[in-house]
């Protein structure tokens, strides 16, 4: 095989970033999928095929709650955020006037403190002696601090929600500021109301920037570990942090890496099907 | 302003000393129209004159800060766009995308909790109104501008509005298109009666299609006629010279008589002119406007040489039905433009040639300068 000039010109322009691609994504994905048909004891590997690992990871009920445990906190917190993300989203695109820029620059500010750092002041605000339950001793609302408030999925969510607000705000924000105001002003003019016009034109204008929101944050956030690990407590553990114990303290690598792909072509195949339902809205205008 | 305003008996739109101001601009500027019911009404002006916004003041989308609206005798000041009987089409037509070209027309009879049968019916009806038979199914974003704009005008006038509204529709279009369309449009207002009120800038658009033009410059209405009048009798300097092309004199006023006024100029002499088709404050100095075709070119043997004016070519072009001369006077800066369609019969000199020209005294308009 020979190659032209111009195909060593691009093999040259794509070869680093390929390599790169290769060693930091591909290959480290392939580890993976092939150490979760091995087995481990203690620290030696045993290098046959075994399906024991994907047996273990979806048929023990302690791996099947955390599973349904992770979807259903991920699937909250993705409702939750874009709930309350719309409706920012939607002020800065139409009334924010020549101070948009300003307003996104606010929303981005609290994402120049770390994320373990911004978790973990909820511990300090929802804990026993924490600022919310100082504030309602203070007011007199209560009389001894609440308790329900830290170490459960509850705390989890709303962390999350927290955590990943601007991730939602900012591409709804892209596909609303891309709907073209005469548009609104053409279904107004055939006698929409306000409120029939957010249905009929705006939401499903806006519906890219919506799937977009949900993928960025359905995905990272079910696999979150840090969260869990902070506010969660016992009940409000999720997968990631059991992989993370099969990991280090179990000793059970493959039983990991079975719970990795397990858990990875869950998000795989809800994301996909999420896509599709939402097909006829993604179209490029 | 003494231009068509005030409410009328027939009026469908009236429009009462209507004021808007953006950013201390004023955009309009007390204007007062009475736009009668199922006339093709046209506001033509440049760009920034506050035509597109006074449309958009009767659609509802801009509120005046003064002045009233009234939509079929009714005061509209603070009804909003969706609860007045009007529809506009968009100069970019706004079509949405999300819908295909059923939706798009049926959008606002969704509205009406009509029956879904007869909507259908009613859709296919207005398509085939506009000539887009068959494009039910198409899709929105896969349409030609012509076909666009048709969408747009099926869209508004399926929900048979008492007036309907076009922001420069014609624009986009290329210049066959446009032409056929300003056709079209034409005719599909006498057959569906509507009292149609067009924003351009385009003078031949306003004049060929409109019963009625109103000219505005800089937020004012200084004409509301026939396109006849518009053309033949221009009220104002500036409507005289942005309909058409037309020659300028200046002149200095010598003799007012009952029913005429002689004026001095260098070059055409003594000229005069009927008092009615002298407009403005009156004063001692004039500016005389007569349009290129109304010059006559004749040969030196006619018998009407004796009160012709002289002048030198300088200047000649072909436009196929017309031919154009640009003439010069000896000592002076002053050009003057004669077209002729007689091209049999009238003259043809050379350039450098001195040739003769003759008018008549109806064919002149004279605007007192400030």
Not at chain 1, 94 to 112: Q, V
Not at chain 1, 127 to 134: A, E, I, T
Not at chain 1, 209 to 225: K, N
Not at chain 2, 337 to 366: C, M, Q, R, Y
Request: glycine letters at 6%.
């Amino acid at each position: 095989m020979s190659f032209s000039e111009q195909d060593k010109k691009g093999w040259r322009l794509l070869g680093l970033p390929f390599i790169f691609s290769l060693l930091l994504l591909a290959v480290p994905l392939a580890t993976m999928f092939a150490l979760s048909f091995w087995t481990q004891d203690y620290l030696v590997l045993k290098k046959t095929f075994t399906l024991a690992n994907y047996k273990q990871a979806w048929f023990e009920p302690v791996f099947q709650t955390l599973f349904t445990r992770s979807l259903l906190i991920s699937f909250t917190v993705t409702v939750f955020t874009i709930i309350f993300a719309f409706p920012v989203a939607y002020f800065i695109s139409f009334y924010g006037g020549k101070r948009k820029a300003l307003w996104l620059f606010l929303i981005t500010i609290p994402f120049w403190t770390s994320y373990l750092l911004r978790m973990f002041l909820w511990k300090v605000i929802l804990g026993y002696n924490g600022v919310l339950n100082s504030f309602l001793e203070w007011i007199g609302a209560i009389t001894e601090p609440l308790t329900f408030l830290l170490y459960n999925s509850n705390a989890v969510v709303l962390a999350l929600v927290h955590g990943w607000a601007p991730f939602a705000i900012l591409p709804i924000f892209v596909s609303l500021e891309k709907i073209d105001r005469s548009l609104l002003e053409a279904s107004n003019d055939l006698g929409d109301t306000a409120f029939k016009q957010f249905f009929r034109i705006i939401l499903p204008l806006s519906m890219p920037g919506v799937v977009g929101a949900v993928l960025i944050i359905f995905i990272p956030t079910i696999g979150d570990y840090i969260t869990p690990k902070l506010v969660g407590g016992p009940e409000g553990l999720m997968i990631a942090n059991m992989i993370q114990v099969q990991f280090s303290k179990a000793n059970n690598a493959p039983l990991a890496a079975a719970l990795s792909v397990t858990s990875l072509l869950i998000v795989g195949s809800i994301s996909i099907l999420f896509v599709l339902l939402n097909k006829k809205h993604l179209r490029n205008y | 302003m003494t231009n068509g305003g005030g409410i009328q008996e027939g009026n469908i739109v009236d429009l009462i000393s209507i004021q808007k101001t953006f950013d201390r601009i004023k955009a309009v500027n007390d204007v007062s129209i009475g736009i009668k019911e199922g006339e093709f009404f046209s506001l033509l002006g440049p760009s920034g004159c506050g035509k597109t916004t006074l449309l958009r003041v009767i659609a509802g989308f801009e509120v005046p800060e003064m002045g009233d609206v009234l939509i079929n005798d009714k005061l509209v000041n603070s009804v909003p766009p969706n609860k007045r009987p009007t529809n506009m089409v968009f100069q970019n037509y706004a079509i949405f995308p999300h819908l295909n070209v059923a939706e798009n027309v049926g959008y606002g009879l969704r509205n009406s909790k009509l029956d879904k049968n007869l909507l259908q019916k009613r859709v296919r009806e207005t398509l085939n109104l506009v000539g887009l038979d068959g494009f039910d199914n198409r899709s929105s974003t896969a349409l030609s501008g012509g076909q666009r704009q048709r969408v747009a005008l099926a869209r508004a006038l399926i929900l048979e509005p008492r007036v309907l509204l076009l922001d420069e529709p014609l624009s986009a279009l290329d210049k066959n298109l446009r032409e056929q369309m300003q056709f079209e449009l034409r005719q599909l207002q006498k057959s569906v009666g509507i009292t149609f009120v067009l924003v351009t800038h385009d003078q031949t658009e306003a004049l060929t299609m409109s019963d009625r033009v109103g000219v505005m410059f800089d937020g004012n209405v200084d004409q509301v006629a026939t396109p006849e009048d518009i053309y033949n009798k221009p009220r104002t300097k500036r409507v005289a010279s942005f309909i058409g092309s037309m020659n300028f004199f200046d002149a200095e006023v010598s003799v007012r008589q009952d029913n005429s006024i002689i004026a001095l100029n260098n070059n055409l002499g003594k000229i005069r002119l009927k008092k009615e088709s002298v407009f403005g404050m009156e004063g001692s100095k004039l500016s005389v406007g007569i349009r290129p075709e109304k010059f006559k070119l004749i040969s030196n043997d006619n018998k009407e040489a004796g009160r012709a004016v002289s002048a030198i070519v300088y200047e000649k072009s072909f436009l196929g039905q017309t031919k154009l001369f640009n003439l010069r006077f000896k000592d002076s800066e002053n050009v003057i433009t004669v077209s002729t369609s007689d091209l049999k019969n009238a003259p043809n000199p050379h350039i450098g040639d001195a040739v003769k020209f003759i008018w008549d005294e109806e064919d002149l308009v004279g605007f007192y300068e400030e």
